[in-house]
C-alpha cells in the first residue's frame, strides 16, 4: 500500500476508507 500517491490521497478523502493517521498526512502535505 502506497499513501505517497495523490490518486490514494483523494480517494481517501472520497473513500475515507483509509485510517485517521493517513488524514493527518494529507493535512500536513496540503
Same mark, same amino acid.
Given at each position: 500500500?502506497?499513501?505517497?500517491?495523490?490518486?490514494?490521497?483523494?480517494?481517501? @478523502?472520497?473513500?475515507? @476508507?483509509?485510517?485517521?493517521?493517513?488524514?493527518?498526512?494529507?493535512?500536513?502535505?496540503?
Amino acid at each position: 500500500m502506497t499513501y505517497t500517491t495523490p490518486t490514494l490521497m483523494r480517494s481517501s @478523502l472520497q473513500g475515507t @476508507l483509509m485510517p485517521p493517521i493517513y488524514d493527518t498526512s494529507m493535512v500536513n502535505d496540503r
